[in-house]
């Protein structure tokens, strides 16, 4: 009778061991769904988000990836976190500053998008990035754009065509407006001031290729030129702002 009893218990403790072998395995194959599922909001929850006139190259969104990958490494240091942006040489001169004019207005509401109804004007999307001197893309820098309508005309009591904004994780800026037009006396032109966190505030303008006023402007710099672009959605300028950080 023992060597039977010893037996059964053999039997039942290699059970004992088969069914805790199943349970380990079992728990492990659930871990494997769970883990993906993890990644996958990362990825989605990260969109580069702006319409497809200002999708970057795919080299761009590599290197966004890469950004979001090391939120933490962004929040505590922002200009050391993102290597430079493709195409951008070791050094870059500093965006000039050139004068603030006498139409600002604080305190503009934060949005994208200037384009209400009422304003008048060519549709003209912006877009570009923040970068510090060595090319090192800035996130979180505000920006405050104002600017005259398309017949030039300031809105001196309300906020229209006036706005401010941040850059997203890799460092960009996107706004929608309209080309500004003439005024007496200057170029079209758009005011903007920019901030990179805890940094002194530039104030510069934006002019526009082609302009023959451009040149007897007497705030004028090259350096102030956007790049313009027509595209089947519309006139798209593009301009990076440099800053030194200090
Ligand atoms: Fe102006």
């Given at each position: 009778?023992?060597?039977?009893?010893?037996?059964?218990?053999?039997?039942?403790?290699?059970l004992c061991l088969l069914s805790l072998a199943t349970m380990v395995f079992a728990a492990c194959g659930s871990a494997t769904?769970a883990?993906?599922?993890?990644?996958?909001?990362?990825?989605?929850?990260?969109?580069?988000?702006?319409?497809?006139?200002?999708?970057?190259?795919?080299?761009?969104?590599?290197?966004?990836?890469?950004?979001?990958?090391?939120?933490?490494?962004?929040?505590?240091?922002?200009?050391?976190?993102?290597?430079?942006?493709?195409?951008?040489?070791?050094?870059?001169?500093?965006?000039?500053?050139?004068?603030?004019?006498?139409?600002?207005?604080?305190?503009?509401?934060?949005?994208?998008?200037?384009?209400?109804?009422?304003?008048?004007?060519?549709?003209?999307?912006?877009?570009?990035?923040?970068?510090?001197?060595?090319?090192?893309?800035?996130?979180?820098?505000?920006?405050?754009?104002?600017?005259?309508?398309?017949?030039?005309?300031?809105?001196?009591?309300?906020?229209?065509?006036?706005?401010?904004?941040?850059?997203?994780?890799?460092?960009?800026?996107?706004?929608?407006?309209?080309?500004?037009?003439?005024?007496?006396?200057?170029?079209?032109?758009?005011?903007?001031?920019?901030?990179?966190?805890?940094?002194?505030?530039?104030?510069?303008?934006?002019?526009?290729?082609?302009?023959?006023?451009?040149?007897?402007?007497?705030?004028?710099?090259?350096?102030?030129?956007?790049?313009?672009?027509?595209?089947?959605?519309?006139?798209?300028?593009?301009?990076?702002?440099?800053?030194?950080?200090?």
């Amino acid at each position: 009778m023992q060597p039977r009893s010893s037996s059964n218990q053999r039997a039942f403790l290699q059970l004992c061991l088969l069914s805790l072998a199943t349970m380990v395995f079992a728990a492990c194959g659930s871990a494997t769904p769970a883990a993906t599922a993890v990644v996958q909001p990362t990825t989605e929850a990260a969109p580069l988000g702006q319409p497809s006139m200002t999708s970057p190259p795919p080299a761009q969104i590599a290197a966004t990836a890469g950004f979001q990958a090391r939120p933490e490494a962004t929040e505590t240091a922002p200009t050391q976190a993102l290597p430079p942006i493709p195409g951008c040489s070791a050094e870059v001169n500093p965006t000039p500053s050139t004068t603030e004019g006498p139409y600002y207005t604080a305190d503009t509401p934060e949005r994208t998008s200037l384009i209400e109804p009422g304003v008048t004007g060519t549709k003209l999307v912006l877009t570009g990035y923040v970068l510090s001197t060595d090319c090192t893309p800035i996130p979180g820098a505000w920006l405050d754009f104002w600017q005259a309508d398309g017949n030039g005309q300031y809105d001196n009591t309300g906020y229209r065509l006036r706005g401010h904004q941040f850059t997203d994780e890799a460092g960009r800026y996107y706004l929608e407006t309209v080309v500004p037009g003439l005024y007496p006396g200057r170029p079209p032109h758009i005011h903007v001031k920019i901030q990179a966190p805890n940094q002194p505030v530039l104030t510069t303008q934006l002019y526009f290729p082609g302009e023959v006023s451009n040149q007897g402007d007497s705030f004028f710099f090259p350096q102030l030129l956007v790049t313009m672009q027509d595209t089947e959605q519309g006139v798209m300028a593009t301009f990076n702002f440099v800053l030194e950080i200090q």
